[in-house]
């Protein structure tokens, strides 16, 4: 299998504070990983990819010093969302990928929200 | 943006009826994969497409991608109630996946 965990699945916080929310392949080795932002309706948005062991790759638009991403080892890659306001508030999600093939296989999804 | 047009944006069926979705692109890519998505929760793999003409079957699924590469299709045979969600098409290009709009399933009592 291809299992993918996300932790947690809901967070409120306040605004001005700092989130991290976590991405765990439970099976297997990710030697990518991926984080999306979705909004209500809508398909997924891109944020940026991480390699492990590299700096991640931010797509354009998305702050790399507002969404920390960290990918220290094959299984693990969190996102904190620093500072953060209203309009942070989402459905994040993480996906992981093995090395050599291209299906990306998806956490179930936090849902943010900054009050 | 996003480059894939995917279709219907949503669609409302009967139970036991037949559904099919597209995907089409300007441009080619290498690999097609079908999600489905529910409420809450993160997309899920269905059908992977890796060579142009490929036709593959996951079930009552069966997907097929396009032999110009630009596009893909998914059925759906003898909908049932858990089929519900939406369905997004992703076609591979380099690293990253490019996404469809989704396509809303809905199903009728």
């Known amino acids: 299998g291809a299992v993918v965990s996300q932790h947690p699945s809901r967070v409120i916080c306040k605004s001005g504070t700092s989130v991290k929310i976590e991405c765990r392949s439970l099976?297997?080795?990710?030697?990518?990983m991926f984080w999306y932002r979705q909004f209500p309706k809508k398909s997924l948005m891109l944020m940026a990819t991480?390699?492990?062991?590299?700096?991640?790759?931010?797509e354009q638009g998305v702050e790399k010093d507002k969404f920390l991403i960290n990918h220290a080892s094959l299984t693990l890659s969190t996102l904190t969302v620093t500072s953060a306001h209203p309009e942070d508030s989402s459905f994040y999600i993480c996906?992981?990928?093995?090395?050599?093939?291209?299906?990306?296989?998806f956490g179930p999804g936090t849902r943010l929200t900054v009050t | 943006g996003q480059q894939l047009n995917q279709s219907p944006q949503s669609m409302f069926i009967q139970e036991g009826e037949d559904v099919s979705m597209n995907c089409t692109s300007s441009?080619?890519?290498?690999?097609w994969l079908w999600y489905k998505q529910e409420p809450g929760e993160g997309p899920v793999l269905l059908i992977a497409?890796?060579?142009a003409g490929e036709l593959t079957s996951n079930g009552r699924l069966t997907a097929q991608f396009g032999i110009t590469r630009k596009d893909s299709f998914l059925n759906i045979s003898a909908s049932i109630p858990s089929d519900v969600g939406i369905y997004f098409c992703?076609?591979?290009?380099?690293?990253?996946?490019?996404w469809g709009a989704g396509t809303k399933l809905i199903i009728k009592p």
């Open positions: 441009s080619i890519f290498n690999t």
């Open positions: 996906s992981a990928r093995r090395q050599g093939v291209y299906e990306q296989y």
């Open positions: 992703a076609g591979q290009r380099g690293d990253q996946l490019i």
């Open positions: 991480s390699n492990e062991g590299s700096k991640a790759t931010y």
């Open positions: 099976d297997f080795q990710a030697t990518t």
């Open positions: 497409l890796y060579k």
